[in-house]
């Protein structure tokens, strides 16, 4: 099986809310994807890297991570993401989990 990687950044709407720490969730060895948030000092825009065996929807895995951020107005972070073909809804409820486990 051949992985695709998509990179690509999401600029904030301008709040910035920060992370205090690193968080992980999920295993990909699940059957769905595991999700990492990771501070990062001196750009205010989301880093995104996600690797998927799917290929062909990176415009509907930019949707998701766009919709997260501007949800959260989120900013000054890396999301990585590793899929094993997990349906759009478990990607945002993966970085629902995360961002609540950095939080806590």
Do not use: Y
């Not at 600029?11 to 999920?26: K, M, Y």
């Not at 999700?35 to 690797?51: C, Q, T």
């Not at 999301?79 to 970085?95: F, G, H, K, W």
Request: glycine share 8%.
């Amino acid at each position: 099986m051949s992985l695709e990687t998509i990179e690509f950044k999401v600029a904030g709407d301008g709040r910035a809310v920060s992370l205090a720490r690193r968080a992980h969730c999920g295993v990909v060895g699940s059957g769905d994807l595991e999700v990492m948030l990771e501070p990062k000092a001196g750009d205010s825009a989301v880093s995104v890297r996600i690797v998927t065996p799917v290929t062909g929807f990176d415009a509907l895995w930019k949707r998701v991570v766009e919709h997260f951020v501007a949800e959260t107005g989120l900013a000054g972070l890396s999301i990585e993401i590793n899929d094993n073909n997990a349906s759009p809804a478990i990607v945002a409820l993966r970085l629902r989990q995360a961002l609540a486990e950095a939080q806590a």
